[in-house]
Protein backbone atom coordinates (compact mmCIF):
# COMPACT_ATOMS: atom_id res chain seq x y z
CA UNK A 1 0.00 0.00 0.00
CA UNK A 2 1.45 3.40 -0.85
CA UNK A 3 2.56 5.70 1.72
CA UNK A 4 0.52 8.66 1.45
CA UNK A 5 2.67 10.59 4.79
CA UNK A 6 6.09 9.01 5.61
CA UNK A 7 8.29 11.01 8.28
CA UNK A 8 10.75 9.57 10.32
CA UNK A 9 13.14 11.22 13.57
CA UNK A 10 11.51 14.86 12.62
CA UNK A 11 12.14 17.62 14.98
CA UNK A 12 10.34 21.08 15.19
CA UNK A 13 11.81 23.42 17.59
CA UNK A 14 9.71 26.85 18.35
CA UNK A 15 12.57 29.43 19.75
CA UNK A 16 15.64 27.79 21.00
CA UNK A 17 14.41 25.15 23.49
CA UNK A 18 10.94 24.70 22.73
CA UNK A 19 10.87 21.52 21.18
CA UNK A 20 6.70 20.89 19.58
CA UNK A 21 7.84 17.70 17.71
CA UNK A 22 10.85 15.41 19.14
CA UNK A 23 12.25 12.44 16.71
CA UNK A 24 9.18 12.67 15.71
CA UNK A 25 7.83 9.32 12.73
CA UNK A 26 4.35 8.75 11.32
CA UNK A 27 3.39 6.70 8.62
CA UNK A 28 -0.17 7.24 6.64
CA UNK A 29 -0.92 4.96 4.06
CA UNK A 30 -3.24 5.42 1.34
CA UNK A 31 -7.18 4.78 2.16
CA UNK A 32 -6.11 5.13 5.65
CA UNK A 33 -8.84 7.06 8.03
CA UNK A 34 -5.63 8.15 10.73
CA UNK A 35 -7.17 9.09 14.05
CA UNK A 36 -4.00 10.82 15.89
CA UNK A 37 -4.42 10.96 19.63
CA UNK A 38 -2.99 13.05 22.18
CA UNK A 39 -3.04 16.07 24.51
CA UNK A 40 -3.38 19.64 23.97
CA UNK A 41 -0.01 20.73 23.11
CA UNK A 42 1.06 17.53 22.36
CA UNK A 43 1.97 18.62 18.82
CA UNK A 44 -0.74 17.27 16.86
CA UNK A 45 -1.43 20.89 15.19
CA UNK A 46 2.28 21.36 14.46
CA UNK A 47 2.58 18.84 12.73
CA UNK A 48 -0.82 19.58 9.79
CA UNK A 49 0.68 23.14 10.13
CA UNK A 50 4.44 21.58 8.74
CA UNK A 51 2.40 18.87 6.31
CA UNK A 52 0.23 22.09 5.09
CA UNK A 53 3.48 24.55 4.62
CA UNK A 54 2.12 26.88 6.75
CA UNK A 55 5.46 25.58 9.57
CA UNK A 56 8.84 23.85 8.62
CA UNK A 57 10.54 21.21 10.50
CA UNK A 58 13.57 22.39 12.41
CA UNK A 59 15.20 18.78 11.23
CA UNK A 60 14.81 15.21 10.14
CA UNK A 61 15.81 12.05 8.56
CA UNK A 62 13.56 11.70 6.18
CA UNK A 63 9.81 13.74 5.48
CA UNK A 64 8.06 13.16 2.42
CA UNK A 65 4.06 13.74 1.49
CA UNK A 66 3.37 11.19 -1.90
CA UNK A 67 7.07 10.70 -2.00
CA UNK A 68 8.09 13.92 -2.82
CA UNK A 69 10.13 14.93 0.23
CA UNK A 70 8.67 18.02 2.32
CA UNK A 71 10.48 20.93 1.26
CA UNK A 72 9.01 20.19 -2.29
CA UNK A 73 5.45 18.65 -1.86
CA UNK A 74 4.31 21.44 0.46
CA UNK A 75 4.54 23.55 -2.23
CA UNK A 76 4.14 21.50 -5.43
CA UNK A 77 1.46 18.91 -4.00
CA UNK A 78 -0.71 21.59 -1.94
CA UNK A 79 -3.25 21.10 -4.45
CA UNK A 80 -3.72 17.30 -3.55
CA UNK A 81 -4.29 18.37 0.11
CA UNK A 82 -7.42 20.23 1.90
CA UNK A 83 -7.12 21.10 5.58
CA UNK A 84 -8.69 22.00 8.81
CA UNK A 85 -6.73 23.37 11.14
CA UNK A 86 -8.30 25.08 14.73
CA UNK A 87 -10.76 27.46 14.50
CA UNK A 88 -12.60 27.70 11.48
CA UNK A 89 -11.88 31.42 9.80
CA UNK A 90 -14.83 32.21 8.11
CA UNK A 91 -15.80 36.13 6.63
CA UNK A 92 -18.17 37.11 9.48
CA UNK A 93 -20.61 39.24 7.07
CA UNK A 94 -21.04 36.57 4.60
CA UNK A 95 -23.71 34.00 4.58
CA UNK A 96 -22.73 29.78 4.07
CA UNK A 97 -22.86 30.18 -0.14
CA UNK A 98 -20.94 33.05 0.13
CA UNK A 99 -18.51 31.75 2.20
CA UNK A 100 -18.17 29.31 -0.39
CA UNK A 101 -18.22 30.72 -3.09
CA UNK A 102 -15.46 33.35 -1.81
CA UNK A 103 -13.06 30.29 -1.07
CA UNK A 104 -13.49 28.85 -4.87
CA UNK A 105 -12.63 32.11 -6.51
CA UNK A 106 -9.34 32.48 -4.20
CA UNK A 107 -8.66 28.93 -5.04
CA UNK A 108 -9.76 28.60 -8.47
CA UNK A 109 -12.50 25.91 -7.31
CA UNK A 110 -15.44 25.61 -9.61
CA UNK A 111 -18.78 26.63 -7.68
CA UNK A 112 -20.94 23.83 -9.21
CA UNK A 113 -20.42 21.65 -5.92
CA UNK A 114 -20.94 24.29 -3.65
CA UNK A 115 -24.91 23.48 -2.80
CA UNK A 116 -24.37 19.78 -2.68
CA UNK A 117 -21.54 20.12 0.14
CA UNK A 118 -23.90 22.75 2.05
CA UNK A 119 -27.03 20.86 1.34
CA UNK A 120 -25.28 17.65 2.95
CA UNK A 121 -24.19 19.32 6.27
CA UNK A 122 -27.95 20.59 6.76
CA UNK A 123 -26.60 24.34 5.98
CA UNK A 124 -28.44 26.79 3.83
CA UNK A 125 -27.69 26.44 0.44
CA UNK A 126 -29.01 29.88 -1.42
CA UNK A 127 -26.79 32.74 -1.96
CA UNK A 128 -30.14 34.91 -1.19
CA UNK A 129 -30.05 33.60 2.89
CA UNK A 130 -29.74 36.65 5.27
CA UNK A 131 -27.83 34.54 7.90
CA UNK A 132 -24.62 35.94 8.30
CA UNK A 133 -21.64 33.95 9.54
CA UNK A 134 -21.33 36.01 12.45
CA UNK A 135 -24.69 34.81 14.04
CA UNK A 136 -24.24 31.06 13.65
CA UNK A 137 -23.95 28.95 16.66
CA UNK A 138 -21.22 27.25 17.46
CA UNK A 139 -22.25 24.02 15.59
CA UNK A 140 -23.01 26.25 12.34
CA UNK A 141 -19.78 27.72 12.27
CA UNK A 142 -17.78 24.08 12.45
CA UNK A 143 -20.14 22.76 9.91
CA UNK A 144 -18.88 25.29 7.61
CA UNK A 145 -15.35 25.32 8.15
CA UNK A 146 -15.93 21.19 7.40
CA UNK A 147 -17.93 22.35 4.35
CA UNK A 148 -14.96 24.63 3.02
CA UNK A 149 -12.57 21.93 3.89
CA UNK A 150 -14.83 19.80 1.45
CA UNK A 151 -14.60 21.94 -1.62
CA UNK A 152 -11.58 20.53 -3.22
CA UNK A 153 -12.09 17.11 -4.18
CA UNK A 154 -8.69 16.15 -2.50
CA UNK A 155 -6.34 12.95 -1.70
CA UNK A 156 -5.40 13.65 1.54
CA UNK A 157 -7.76 15.59 4.32
CA UNK A 158 -5.96 16.90 7.18
CA UNK A 159 -9.06 17.32 9.63
CA UNK A 160 -7.53 19.25 13.49
CA UNK A 161 -10.74 18.73 15.86
CA UNK A 162 -13.55 18.56 13.27
CA UNK A 163 -16.46 17.51 15.30
CA UNK A 164 -15.43 19.64 18.14
CA UNK A 165 -19.39 22.01 19.13
CA UNK A 166 -20.65 19.39 16.90
CA UNK A 167 -24.30 18.42 18.13
CA UNK A 168 -24.89 14.42 17.72
CA UNK A 169 -26.65 14.72 13.97
CA UNK A 170 -23.79 17.06 13.05
CA UNK A 171 -21.32 14.21 14.44
CA UNK A 172 -23.12 11.75 12.69
CA UNK A 173 -23.16 13.53 9.26
CA UNK A 174 -19.28 14.10 9.58
CA UNK A 175 -18.46 10.51 10.44
CA UNK A 176 -20.38 9.51 7.40
CA UNK A 177 -19.08 12.03 4.94
CA UNK A 178 -15.60 10.49 6.11
CA UNK A 179 -16.59 7.27 5.55
CA UNK A 180 -17.69 7.70 2.10
CA UNK A 181 -14.38 9.92 1.24
CA UNK A 182 -12.36 6.56 2.12
CA UNK A 183 -14.82 4.31 -0.06
CA UNK A 184 -14.28 6.83 -2.66
CA UNK A 185 -10.04 5.98 -2.52
CA UNK A 186 -9.34 9.46 -0.11
CA UNK A 187 -6.97 9.15 2.56
CA UNK A 188 -8.03 11.13 5.98
CA UNK A 189 -5.91 12.09 8.94
CA UNK A 190 -8.25 13.28 11.73
CA UNK A 191 -7.12 14.86 15.35
CA UNK A 192 -9.87 14.65 18.05
CA UNK A 193 -10.10 14.67 21.42
CA UNK A 194 -13.48 12.52 21.50
CA UNK A 195 -12.24 8.84 21.45
CA UNK A 196 -15.26 6.89 21.71
CA UNK A 197 -16.49 8.64 18.42
CA UNK A 198 -12.97 8.44 16.74
CA UNK A 199 -12.98 4.43 17.44
CA UNK A 200 -15.93 4.21 15.20
CA UNK A 201 -14.58 5.15 11.79
CA UNK A 202 -10.12 5.04 12.93
CA UNK A 203 -8.75 2.66 10.51
CA UNK A 204 -5.56 2.82 12.27
CA UNK A 205 -4.23 5.44 15.04
CA UNK A 206 -0.90 6.76 16.26
CA UNK A 207 -0.95 8.49 20.14
CA UNK A 208 1.24 11.41 20.51
CA UNK A 209 2.61 12.53 23.73
CA UNK A 210 4.53 15.75 24.37
CA UNK A 211 5.84 15.69 20.55
CA UNK A 212 6.80 12.35 21.24
CA UNK A 213 4.87 9.42 18.86
CA UNK A 214 4.26 6.44 21.45
CA UNK A 215 2.84 4.05 19.28
CA UNK A 216 1.15 3.44 15.78
CA UNK A 217 -1.04 0.64 15.64
CA UNK A 218 -3.71 -0.75 13.35
CA UNK A 219 -7.88 -0.48 14.61
CA UNK A 220 -7.90 -4.37 14.44
CA UNK A 221 -5.50 -4.80 16.62
CA UNK A 222 -6.11 -2.29 19.12
CA UNK A 223 -9.87 -3.39 19.47
CA UNK A 224 -8.43 -7.12 19.96
CA UNK A 225 -6.73 -5.39 23.12
CA UNK A 226 -10.01 -3.71 23.89
CA UNK A 227 -11.69 -6.63 24.89
CA UNK A 228 -12.54 -7.03 28.60
CA UNK A 229 -9.38 -8.37 29.66
CA UNK A 230 -7.89 -10.39 32.79
CA UNK A 231 -4.75 -9.41 34.73
CA UNK A 232 -2.66 -11.57 36.81
CA UNK A 233 -0.30 -10.42 39.34
CA UNK A 234 2.75 -12.81 39.50
CA UNK A 235 5.67 -14.49 41.55
CA UNK A 236 7.79 -14.71 38.52
CA UNK A 237 7.43 -14.34 34.92
CA UNK A 238 10.00 -16.45 33.88
CA UNK A 239 9.29 -18.59 30.76
CA UNK A 240 5.56 -18.30 31.54
CA UNK A 241 4.42 -17.11 27.78
CA UNK A 242 6.23 -19.87 26.54
CA UNK A 243 4.23 -22.07 28.75
CA UNK A 244 1.15 -20.72 27.80
CA UNK A 245 1.92 -20.85 24.15
CA UNK A 246 2.86 -24.71 24.33
CA UNK A 247 -0.44 -24.93 25.99
CA UNK A 248 -2.50 -23.06 23.14
CA UNK A 249 -3.03 -20.33 25.09
CA UNK A 250 -2.25 -17.30 22.88
CA UNK A 251 -4.30 -13.97 23.47
CA UNK A 252 -1.97 -12.85 26.56
CA UNK A 253 1.06 -10.56 27.21
CA UNK A 254 3.29 -9.89 30.08
CA UNK A 255 2.79 -5.93 31.37
CA UNK A 256 5.35 -6.00 33.84
CA UNK A 257 4.95 -8.86 36.38
CA UNK A 258 1.13 -9.20 35.48
CA UNK A 259 -0.08 -11.20 32.96
CA UNK A 260 -2.66 -10.11 30.88
CA UNK A 261 -5.59 -11.91 28.94
CA UNK A 262 -7.67 -10.28 26.37
CA UNK A 263 -11.43 -11.58 26.12
CA UNK A 264 -12.14 -15.09 26.93
CA UNK A 265 -10.17 -17.40 28.86
CA UNK A 266 -10.16 -21.05 30.94
CA UNK A 267 -9.38 -19.87 34.27
CA UNK A 268 -8.76 -23.79 34.84
CA UNK A 269 -5.99 -23.82 32.16
CA UNK A 270 -4.26 -20.78 33.78
CA UNK A 271 -3.88 -22.19 36.61
CA UNK A 272 -2.71 -25.81 35.43
CA UNK A 273 0.17 -24.08 33.39
CA UNK A 274 1.30 -21.74 36.56
CA UNK A 275 1.22 -24.15 38.73
CA UNK A 276 3.31 -26.62 36.33
CA UNK A 277 5.89 -23.81 36.17
CA UNK A 278 5.87 -23.19 40.08
CA UNK A 279 4.04 -19.39 39.27
CA UNK A 280 2.03 -18.41 42.44
CA UNK A 281 -1.37 -15.97 41.42
CA UNK A 282 -1.33 -12.97 43.80
CA UNK A 283 -4.06 -11.03 42.66
CA UNK A 284 -6.35 -10.83 39.63
CA UNK A 285 -8.25 -8.07 38.41
CA UNK A 286 -10.79 -7.47 35.41
CA UNK A 287 -11.37 -4.62 33.29
CA UNK A 288 -13.07 -3.32 30.03
CA UNK A 289 -10.50 -0.63 28.73
CA UNK A 290 -11.55 1.87 26.29
CA UNK A 291 -9.60 3.77 23.92
CA UNK A 292 -8.93 6.82 26.11
CA UNK A 293 -7.94 4.04 28.93
CA UNK A 294 -5.30 2.92 26.19
CA UNK A 295 -4.10 5.93 25.46
CA UNK A 296 -3.20 6.69 29.39
CA UNK A 297 -1.54 3.26 29.45
CA UNK A 298 0.84 3.98 27.41
CA UNK A 299 1.92 7.76 28.55
CA UNK A 300 2.21 5.71 31.87
CA UNK A 301 5.05 3.36 30.38
CA UNK A 302 6.32 5.70 28.84
CA UNK A 303 6.70 7.83 31.54
CA UNK A 304 8.02 4.82 33.75
CA UNK A 305 4.36 5.01 35.36
CA UNK A 306 4.28 8.64 36.12
CA UNK A 307 1.82 10.25 34.60
Not at 233 to 257: F, H, K, P, Y
Not at 273 to 301: A, C, H, M, Q
Amino acid sequence: MENIIEINKLDKKYGKSDLALDSFSITVKKGDIYGFVGENGAGKTTLIRILTGMAFPTAYEKAEMFGIDLRTSAATELIRISALIESPALYRNLNAYSNMLVRCKLLGYGKERIKAILDRLNLPTSDKDGKKARSYSLGMKQRLAIALALLPEADLYLLDEPINALDPEGILLVRNIISELRLNGKTILISSHILGELSKIATCYGFIHRGKMLEQIDANTINSKLLKNTAFSLSGTQAVIDSMRNAGITNCELRGNDLVFYGNLSLSSVIHVLDNIGVEVYGVNTSSPDLESYYFDLVRKNAGGAM
